[in-house]
């Protein structure tokens, strides 16, 4: 795999993980699962790995941690902050506001630290941009842990590109991760543009639309009960229906160059441009090896635009979110 930068502090393999499911809203796995995954993903290559305090609340990192140890000088780990999160409660029920004030910023920084082991973050998100605090204060306490030696890189999440631009102008930012993929492609009107300017990675979440693109998911009941994802409008009985028809195409067009649908919708990401650094979640090592194997799919510029044009936004059915956690984007 040829690997990619992010920023001028990082470089890594062009696929990394998101390791959110393991843990969290998609209804976890055993322990000894995770970890079987996780290894697997350093030997076949995979080199960047992303979580968040707010995955179990802080069980996550805990088990990125614990996994990567042992191989920790070959792998850069991710991390965000950026909410407010309560002791009562369970799940995503425990956060309760964004927070990104400076000492905020550092206090969570000082116990991702502990939970994942290290004494180093390579890469620390704001998970999402705290509209009562100006993004020159949450940068500028995001930059004094760079200088303290305890964060490598910077990033931002789900941000303007007015945002980007003032963040960048404090200290450099290293990536920027928002939701993208051929069902949600928000970051092409403007914030690629700015990336490509400013020199940002663009590091995308979801970029199998949330397993809907894999083409393995048809009905809502095939997620379990407590799956966060039952609550999001495009996996709604309604929206699945229509939805199914592109994905069935996306499964044709696959076939078609032999690879499956998840590898094709993977690849089309990758072909964006080579600032981009996807991060499909597997909890399988069976999923993890095929995404990884996405890597080495070529698309010509005809293929890329016709996959694209197959499944354009205008012909899907529901949000990618709640109209309240679409408050919380584009900040």
């Given at each position: 795999?040829q690997?990619r930068k992010?920023g001028?502090e990082?470089?890594?393999?062009?696929i990394?993980?998101?390791?959110?499911?393991?843990?969290?809203?998609?209804?976890?796995?055993?322990?000894?699962?995770?970890?079987?995954?996780?290894?697997?993903?350093?030997?076949i290559?995979?080199d960047?790995?992303?979580?968040?305090?707010v995955?179990?609340p802080?069980?996550?990192?805990?088990l990125?941690?614990?996994?990567?140890?042992?191989?920790?000088d070959?792998?850069?780990?991710?991390t965000?902050?950026?909410?407010?999160?309560?002791?009562?409660?369970?799940?995503?029920?425990?956060m309760?506001?964004?927070?990104?004030?400076?000492?905020?910023?550092?206090?969570?920084?000082?116990a991702?630290?502990?939970?994942?082991?290290?004494n180093?973050?390579?890469?620390?998100y704001q998970?999402?941009?705290?509209?009562?605090?100006?993004?020159?204060d949450?940068?500028?306490?995001?930059?004094?842990?760079v200088?303290?030696?305890?964060?490598r890189?910077l990033?931002?999440?789900?941000?303007?590109?007015?945002?980007?631009?003032?963040?960048?102008?404090v200290?450099?930012?290293?990536?920027?991760?928002?939701?993208?993929?051929?069902?949600?492609r928000?970051?092409e009107?403007?914030?690629?543009?700015?990336?490509?300017?400013?020199?940002?990675?663009?590091?995308?979440?979801s970029?199998?639309?949330?397993?809907?693109?894999?083409?393995?998911?048809?009905?809502?009941d095939?997620l379990?009960?407590?799956d966060?994802?039952?609550t999001?409008?495009?996996?709604?009985?309604?929206?699945?229906?229509?939805?199914?028809r592109?994905?069935?195409?996306?499964?044709?067009?696959?076939?078609?160059?032999?690879?499956?649908?998840?590898?094709?919708?993977?690849?089309?990401?990758?072909?964006?441009?080579d600032?981009i650094?996807?991060i499909?979640?597997?909890?399988?090592?069976a999923?993890?090896?095929?995404?990884?194997?996405?890597?080495?799919?070529r698309?010509?510029?005809?293929?890329?635009?016709?996959?694209?044009?197959?499944?354009?936004?205008d012909k899907?059915?529901?949000?990618?979110?709640t109209?309240?956690?679409l408050?919380?984007?584009?900040?």
């Amino acid at each position: 795999m040829q690997p990619r930068k992010l920023g001028t502090e990082l470089t890594v393999n062009p696929i990394g993980l998101g390791c959110m499911g393991m843990s969290f809203a998609y209804g976890g796995q055993e322990e000894k699962d995770s970890i079987a995954t996780l290894h697997r993903a350093v030997e076949i290559g995979v080199d960047f790995f992303d979580t968040a305090e707010v995955y179990g609340p802080f069980e996550n990192e805990r088990l990125v941690g614990k996994a990567l140890k042992g191989v920790r000088d070959k792998v850069t780990i991710a991390t965000k902050f950026g909410f407010r999160i309560s002791d009562e409660g369970t799940g995503a029920g425990r956060m309760t506001g964004v927070d990104s004030r400076p000492e905020h910023v550092k206090a969570v920084a000082e116990a991702s630290l502990k939970r994942l082991g290290t004494n180093v973050i390579d890469l620390y998100y704001q998970h999402r941009v705290d509209p009562s605090v100006p993004i020159e204060d949450t940068v500028g306490a995001m930059a004094d842990l760079v200088r303290e030696g305890k964060v490598r890189a910077l990033g931002l999440s789900e941000v303007s590109p007015q945002t980007l631009r003032r963040a960048h102008a404090v200290h450099p930012i290293a990536a920027v991760q928002s939701e993208y993929s051929l069902w949600s492609r928000e970051p092409e009107e403007e914030i690629f543009a700015v990336c490509r300017e400013l020199g940002v990675g663009f590091v995308p979440y979801s970029p199998l639309g949330r397993g809907l693109l894999t083409g393995t998911i048809r009905k809502t009941d095939a997620l379990g009960e407590d799956d966060w994802r039952r609550t999001l409008p495009r996996f709604q009985a309604e929206a699945m229906e229509t939805n199914e028809r592109l994905v069935t195409l996306l499964e044709q067009m696959a076939e078609g160059k032999g690879v499956t649908a998840a590898q094709l919708a993977l690849a089309w990401v990758l072909h964006q441009g080579d600032f981009i650094v996807p991060i499909p979640g597997a909890r399988r090592i069976a999923h993890l090896e095929q995404n990884v194997a996405a890597a080495q799919t070529r698309l010509s510029d005809t293929e890329v635009a016709d996959i694209g044009a197959a499944l354009s936004p205008d012909k899907v059915a529901g949000k990618r979110y709640t109209q309240e956690a679409l408050s919380l984007t584009n900040g």
